[in-house]
């Protein structure tokens, strides 16, 4: 904006004559004091003139702060650092501090000896830049605070970036706004001048700008245009659809805002004018005249941070300075962002038609003389590639580097070497498939599609990357092309076609099915006049319209966004543009061939709000989350908080994730947070919805570990320290008859307690006290003066196991010890609990407790234990000492009686293979590294319910990753399962992949770790010295598969697919056909079976800590590379299992129905729609008035993008039964795709009064239609 920092009074070159502030000295005469209250009493009098028609005002207060000459002030703003701007009559700019001396004039003459500025009428400061008007040379001067040249835009006229007599000018996040005043709009452009649109200039005639002379923006982005011609402020929202307009003014000359309104300077009556942002007027102050508060020629006001306001006056040649009250508590902490804009980056000297960007990062432009391709780098020509013997129209580059050419005089594709040499081509003259006609551009897909914009035949072809048809789209295709010219993929392989004839871009799936259509001929916003080409990107699709010399941005729904760009030779307009290539999410990069020149722009986006902001309150903390943005320039969130309820938002993070935890808040207290994002060039968008929490006082953790040690007079205690933050000290208690007794408090983890009895029992309570003063739960422990000579209760071990970390959860259950523990003592010791726990390993002690003791008896107990996690962090086999403890009442006293134990702990990665089950701890499907990389494999196969090519496109995964099969050289499987006291290595699945090597069991349980973590079951399998395995296909044991049903077992039902995962590198097949021959050579000689799942009841899957670290993403194209064929082989054996038992039924009987039926409904779900197609239209020439039939013919066409036939199935299966009201919701939904929305309507409707539940069910297609529902 033009004036919104914190400012002071200045002057030019002269000292600031100030009204006097405070009450006269009282030694003062009478006169002295009169005369010192003058200037007040006498504007106090000018502005109680003003409000006779708003007596409710009259209080208002309006001081003069004081008053300077400075030349003819034409204009005024002020900098962050509180100098004043100046406009001066005789064509110069000038920059003072605030005493008055003069740092700096702008203007003077270019290195042509050219003016820099002729006649300046308005200025502007933001971002330590200052932007001037020039009315006389109709443009756009930017200087930098040092004052030199940076820039400058415009010329006279009235297209855009033109000018006549342009006067004032605003700033608004790098954004420009020019009051184009005989042109009747206000023009915006980029940082740098890039035309973006107008305001003002389009819509009924009482919304249109007629005179507008300056502006302003206010915090929630809304315009404010002073218009001479309206003798109004008109006010327009900021997407510039007007909004309303205010005042009656005589001559409106500047304008300005405070927190609470604006400020109007009114030159015809003298005035300055406040009104309310409603546009109520609220007061105003000034009048004609050479006194002060008055003036003579009232031209351009600024208003400071403080509140300040500044009016200059080129008459009185004065900068007068008041002081108005405003109303602090109006106004937003957040300014509105500006809009996305663009930013000319860089302008290549390059005559091209056509550009590219290759995998190197360099920009490739085909010459406009056909002759050579160049390779662009850093602004220069890298490289050369001729095409001898071509007439090139257009090129594109393949995933692979290589370069495919059309060639326009053969009308062929033809793709080239590195050095520009033919390597083979395809296509001819002609109409036929293959052929082209005017061909204008090409694609190549990310799976090697070439697609060919056959322009003269109307038409878009698809071809394999060895020139084989595939498909049309056009003509015959369904959809509708006149003069297909240009061509785009975006990331998705999503196809975008220019159609040139009809004025639209069509978009297409990656699998040719129509998504949406826009654009169309005409001049409006979104309409295109002679597009020429487009491109897309996640973010947007871009069409370079030469018709209205501009770049016009669509979201990805095809609605319109912004332009930019006008016709002109300047930089960053366009003469004759011809391609677009957009670089990344942000650059994007125009040919303009008649100017010779190449020009990049970088997009200056402003994200979204976040959405979905939640705070949750802790202990002196809050965590705050959010979603993260789909937009991919956000590179950051900005937080802000609001204390307690008090006014004003603080930045307090910025982080990286939608997440952030603040532990620097005050329990008791609520907090309002608010979260922003922020793009890669440092735009900040606008907060999201608040957030409030309000953080609870911290209670600490009991201490833990409390111990007693006791002598005869004395006890003393000790605890492990507790290391939470806002822990100020400990309490201890002693607890006798009634209630404990605070003995003394410490802020060291040790006390002790003296002048006690012997052979006395005493209990003592630790407690942790934070800063808030919350105490802990206390934590207790009994001790007894002095020991006695044998104790009353004795523990004895019986049996202590040894502890293998990677199995502890079985622990739980099973155990990992016996004692006995006797009764020394003559009386029975009734709830004696026995106690067990392990130093940091375990959170709490396990208890067992003995309801009744008798004397001189023993009980055995078997020692159960809960681990922690930090179980898992154990790295190497280490001692560890456990502690038993016995613990009862007596007399009302707490009596306890302990001791330790050592044994091994060996580290997570050890086991013996004792019992073979124990393996299945170490599969741990829910891991998030194997769930990334599972669900990414899984999401890229084809019809991915199909369990086998699921299993072999993951298996695939692993040899492309890299993984290996390495035999453990210290003890390798062979050994160490043949030695059940050996103690062996095993790796985590995740360490596997990470490490890119395993041992036969290690690749095993990686494998099925995958396999289950996409709920595919797995069996392991092992003969002496060899583990593989198998896993469950689904397949029909009783379908016909061929030499298929060789390789498989049956069990269970179900046929199961052994695999040899050594062979990890091979392909699926090769390790199939090993892991059956092993299979069949070891079945009934020692083969051994292991149900993972069965294994898991016993021995729990490990909780691994969380990791970074992820494998890099395998993508589908490089496995069908790697694999050719071989997926669709494992398709065809899982089809066959689906479909082979009703084929067989067919077969004897073709009329069949039932199975006829049946076969269509398999093929479809299997994803063969066209076999699908078929055999329902064979069992509805069986059964014509069956309407199940005809409603399943309708869904294979729709699944196949084939809606009007889909729409006539469905008609007729609703005409053979209309009570099935699914039978109407799919019409409604065969309607909508074919833009019918009135009968979609009407058949919705129809199903909604069948059945009123389906609204629910079908909510989405509801909610399309809901201004009908």
């Not at 006049?529 to 501009?550: H, M, R, T, W």
């Not at 294979?1196 to 009570?1219: S, V």
Request: hydrophobic letters at 40%.
């Amino acid at each position: 904006m033009r004036k919104f920092a914190t400012w002071s009074s200045v002057t030019d070159n002269c000292p600031i004559r100030r009204a006097p502030r405070d009450l006269p000295d009282a030694r003062q005469s009478k006169n002295d004091e009169w005369r010192s209250l003058m200037p007040r009493l006498y504007l106090a009098m000018a502005l109680l003139l003003s409000f006779v028609s708003a007596p409710a005002l009259a209080l208002q207060q309006v001081d003069l702060l004081g008053e300077v000459s400075c030349g003819t002030p034409l204009d005024v703003a002020l900098d962050e650092t509180g100098n004043v701007i100046t406009v001066q009559k005789g064509g110069t700019v000038v920059i003072a501090t605030a005493e008055g001396r003069t740092l700096r004039t702008l203007g003077g003459k270019d290195a042509a000896g050219k003016l820099l500025l002729k006649k300046p009428t308005g200025v502007a400061w933001a971002q330590g830049q200052t932007y001037v008007v020039d009315r006389s040379a109709g443009q756009v001067v930017i200087f930098s605070g040092e004052g030199s040249l940076l820039s400058r835009f415009g010329r006279r006229g009235s297209g855009p970036r033109e000018f006549d007599d342009p006067m004032g000018i605003a700033v608004h996040g790098g954004v420009i706004y020019v009051a184009d005043r005989d042109n009747g709009r206000v023009q915006v452009f980029g940082p740098n001048g890039v035309y973006l649109h107008s305001i003002g200039s389009e819509g009924p005639e009482e919304t249109l700008l007629k005179k507008p002379v300056d502006v302003a923006i206010d915090g929630r982005g809304f315009l404010f245009v002073a218009d001479g011609g309206h003798r109004r402020v008109m006010v327009y929202r900021p997407d510039g659809a007007f909004q309303q307009a205010i005042g009656e003014l005589g001559d409106p000359r500047a304008i300005d805002l405070v927190s609470d309104g604006l400020l109007v300077a009114d030159a015809k009556k003298a005035q300055v004018v406040k009104y309310s942002f409603e546009g109520e007027r609220l007061f105003s102050f000034g009048s004609k005249g050479k006194g002060r508060g008055q003036f003579l020629a009232l031209g351009g006001i600024a208003v400071g941070g403080d509140g300040q306001i500044y009016a200059a006056d080129s008459k009185r040649g004065t900068l007068q300075t008041f002081q108005v009250k405003t109303d602090s508590e109006s106004g937003d902490d957040f300014r509105a962002p500006p809009p996305t804009s663009e930013l000319l980056t860089k302008v290549l000297p390059v005559a091209a038609d056509q550009l590219a960007w290759d995998r190197q990062g360099r920009l490739l432009a085909l010459d406009r003389k056909g002759k050579k391709i160049l390779a662009l780098a850093d602004g220069r020509v890298e490289r050369e590639i001729p095409l001898a013997g071509f007439k090139p129209v257009a090129f594109t580059q393949d995933a692979a580097g290589n370069l495919w050419v059309l060639d326009h005089a053969k009308k062929q594709v033809v793709k080239l070497d590195d050095g520009g040499n033919s390597l083979f081509a395809f296509g001819s003259s002609g109409s036929r498939e293959g052929s082209f006609s005017w061909p204008k551009d090409l694609v190549v897909s990310k799976r090697g599609a070439v697609i060919v914009a056959d322009t003269g035949n109307g038409r878009v072809q698809i071809f394999n990357s060895d020139g084989l048809f595939l498909e049309t789209l056009g003509k015959d295709s369904g959809s509708i092309f006149e003069r297909p010219t240009a061509l785009s993929l975006d990331g998705r392989d999503s196809l975008y076609v220019l159609d040139e004839g009809r004025k639209v871009v069509s978009v297409f799936s990656a699998e040719g099915v129509p998504l949406l259509e826009f654009g169309g001929a005409g001049s409006g916003p979104g309409r295109l006049l002679d597009p020429v080409d487009v491109a897309a990107n996640g973010n947007e699709i871009f069409v370079l319209d030469a018709g209205s010399c501009s770049v016009k941005a669509f979201d990805t729904n095809g609605a319109f966004l912004r332009e930019f760009g006008s016709k002109g030779e300047q930089e960053g307009e366009f003469r004759r543009p011809t391609s677009l290539a957009l670089q990344s999410d942000l650059e994007l990069w125009v040919a303009d061939p008649e100017e010779e020149r190449i020009q990049g722009f970088t997009s200056l986006y402003t994200p979204a709000s976040p959405e979905n902001i939640s705070a949750r309150a802790g202990m002196r903390e809050v965590r705050l989350r959010w979603d993260n943005s789909p937009q991919t320039y956000v590179k950051a969130y900005r937080v802000y908080r609001s204390d307690f309820g008090q006014k004003g938002f603080e930045k307090i993070a910025e982080v990286y994730r939608p997440a952030y935890q603040d532990a620097q808040v005050k329990p008791g207290l609520t907090y309002t947070y608010r979260v922003t994002a922020v793009a890669k060039k440092g735009q900040e968008g606008p907060p999201g919805d608040e957030a409030r929490a309000k953080a609870t006082k911290f209670r600490p953790s009991a201490p833990r570990d409390v111990r007693a040690s006791a002598l005869p007079w004395e006890v003393a205690l000790s605890w492990r320290p507790n290391r939470e933050e806002f822990v100020d000290h400990y309490a201890v208690y002693r607890k006798g008859g009634g209630e404990p007794r605070l003995v003394g408090e410490t802020r060291e983890p040790s006390f002790v307690d003296v002048a006690l009895d012997p052979e006395t029992a005493y209990t003592f309570l630790v407690a942790a006290v934070s800063t808030d003063s919350e105490e802990s739960t206390r934590t207790a422990v009994t001790v007894t003066t002095p020991v006695a000579t044998r104790p009353p209760v004795e523990i004895y071990i019986l049996e202590m196991q040894d502890i293998f970390s990677s199995n502890y959860k079985i622990y739980e259950n099973e155990g990992i010890g016996l004692v006995r523990v006797t009764n020394n003592t003559s009386d029975h010791i009734s709830r004696l609990k026995v106690f067990f726990t392990i130093k940091d390993f375990m959170d709490f002690p396990s208890e067992v407790e003995i309801e009744d003791l008798p004397p001189a008896q023993g009980a055995d107990l078997a020692l159960r234990a809960v681990f922690n996690n930090n179980i898992l962090g154990v790295s190497e086999d280490t001692p560890v000492q456990t502690e038993i403890r016995a613990s009862y009442f007596r007399n009302g006293e707490d009596r306890t009686f302990s001791r330790h134990h050592t044994l091994n702990l060996y580290e997570k990665h050890r086991m013996i293979w004792d019992v073979e089950e124990r393996f299945a701890t170490f599969i741990n499907p829910k891991d998030p590294l194997l769930l990334d990389l599972s669900r990414g494999v899984a999401v890229q196969v084809p019809a991915a319910e199909q369990i086998l090519p699921l299993g072999g496109a993951l298996f695939e995964t692993l040899g492309l990753l890299g993984l290996t099969y390495v035999q453990d050289p210290s003890n390798p499987y062979q050994v160490a399962s043949g030695n059940t006291r050996m103690v062996d290595y095993v790796q985590y699945p995740r360490e596997t992949l990470e490490r890119r090597s395993g041992d036969c069991d290690d690749l095993v349980g990686l494998y099925c770790a995958l396999l289950e973590s996409l709920g595919i079951r797995t069996q392991v399998l092992a003969y002496p010295g060899h583990m593989f395995m198998m896993f469950d296909t689904g397949l029909d044991p009783d379908a016909d598969l061929g030499p298929a049903r060789g390789l498989l077992v049956e069990q269970a039902g179900t046929l199961w697919a052994p695999l040899e995962v050594t062979e990890v590198g091979a392909s699926f097949m090769t390790a199939w056909e090993s892991g059956s021959k092993a299979y069949r050579m070891w079945e009934g000689r020692g083969l051994t079976r292991m149900d993972i799942r069965q294994a898991w009841e016993r021995f729990k899957p490990a909780s691994l800590p969380p990791s970074e670290w992820r494998a890099d993403p395998v993508a589908w194209e490089d496995l069908e590379r790697e694999f050719p064929g071989e997926f669709k082989s494992l398709q065809k054996i899982v089809v066959q299992s689906a479909v082979s038992r009703y084929l067989a039924r067919v077969k004897e009987n073709p009329r069949d129905f039932e199975a006829l039926l049946q076969l269509g409904v398999k093929y479809a779900r299997q994803g063969e729609l066209g076999e699908a197609i078929k055999r329902f239209g064979e069992a509805a020439r069986l059964d014509p008035g069956n309407a199940a039939v005809k409603n399943n013919l309708g869904n294979a066409h729709f699944l196949a993008g084939d809606y009007r036939k889909a729409q006539k199935a469905y008609q007729e299966a609703a005409g053979l039964d209309a009570g099935d009201a699914r039978i109407w919701v799919n019409l409604a939904r065969a309607h909508l795709k074919l833009g019918s929305r009135k009968q979609a309507e009407d058949a919705f409707g129809r199903a909604e009064r069948l059945d009123p539940g389906l609204k629910v069910e079908y909510r989405t297609i509801a909610l399309e239609l809901a201004e009908n529902y």
